[in-house]
């Protein structure tokens, strides 16, 4: 069975660091052994989801637990934004995101929709994951490397890396705003980079706040033409792999297009680059960027 890995560089220190997530009065990280391999996990096949269960046991995961040393939250601008949202804002039968004094979807929001969820709320899946999207938009824009691995026990049997870019139009900070006539969740830029077999190959793709579906557009340098795709194209294999676009940030899917249901709570076991936070460094044009304390050199990418 062949596996595959995202982002080589920020995957491979995450199998060395796990951290309880969910601490409960009945299990601590404290309370766990320095290793957990195959000779023990069964001992603790709940705090580990499935995949990484059986990763463990069959002997490819090796997980020493640790604790964070930092408090894992939201920064304090982002919170009290969220807390002047509560009761601004629901979801429809369709699962729209609204606003409730026009009925439509809001041209922007910063911070949580939904501070408070009631659990026993029908809607409450709904609102989570409208909660999930909207922290990932306080960024405004990104620009990310990306490697996408397949893997077998021997090791890395090929690769596609390049950029992924994306300019969120919702969920920007006051005075942040940027005039949206198309009503336009955000625009999305892949550019793949290398190897040179595959160099060249882009996607855009344009995310709509409403119901209509993603506009998408793909270029492939083997056959010199750009070709507008479907929307269901997001599920599709991507480059050959088993993974697809909709799985990025672990959901970028349109929201209206599935059933969430709120199933309960759980303490798990997940896992961390660092027990430390992570420094970001300022740029002169007031961008910032992330210093991963991984060792070795990140190829830098130039489109």
């Not at 557009?217 to 050959?240: E, F, K, N």
């Not at 088993?242 to 059933?259: C, E, H, I």
């Amino acid at each position: 069975m062949k596996r595959m890995r995202i982002l080589k560089y920020y995957l491979l220190p995450l199998c060395s660091l796990f951290v309880l997530l969910l601490y409960s009065n009945i299990m601590q990280a404290a309370d766990l052994p320095k290793v957990i391999d195959k000779a023990n996990c069964s001992q603790y096949k709940d705090l580990l989801i499935p995949a990484m269960y059986r990763a463990v046991e069959s002997g490819d995961y090796i997980i020493t637990p640790g604790n964070l040393n930092f408090k894992y939250k939201q920064n304090d601008k982002f919170i009290a934004a969220s807390v002047k949202n509560e009761g601004k804002f629901d979801v429809t039968s369709d699962g729209d995101l609204i606003s409730k004094s026009t009925g439509k979807y809001p041209e922007n929001i910063y911070g949580y929709p939904f501070p408070k969820i009631d659990l026993k709320d029908p809607k409450a899946g709904e609102k989570i994951i409208y909660n999930f999207d909207f922290q990932r938009y306080r960024f405004m824009g990104s620009r990310e490397n990306t490697r996408v691995m397949w893997v077998d026990k021997k090791g890395e049997e090929r690769y596609a890396q390049g950029l992924d870019q994306r300019l969120y139009l919702n969920g920007r900070q006051p005075g942040q705003e940027i005039k949206n006539p198309e009503k336009l969740l955000y625009y999305q830029l892949q550019n793949v980079l290398d190897p040179m077999s595959v160099k060249g190959t882009n996607s855009m793709r344009y995310v709509y706040m409403d119901a209509r579906p993603d506009t998408n557009y793909a270029y492939v340098p083997a056959i010199r033409r750009l070709r507008q795709t479907t929307s269901t194209t997001r599920s599709d294999p991507y480059m050959g792999s088993d993974a697809w676009l909709d799985t990025n940030y672990m959901w970028d899917g349109k929201d209206r297009n599935m059933n969430w249901k709120y199933a309960g709570e759980k303490t798990i076991l997940v896992s961390f680059t660092s027990s430390n936070m992570l420094p970001v460094q300022e740029l002169p044009d007031g961008r910032m960027t992330r210093v991963f304390p991984y060792s070795g050199t990140h190829p830098k990418l130039v489109p």
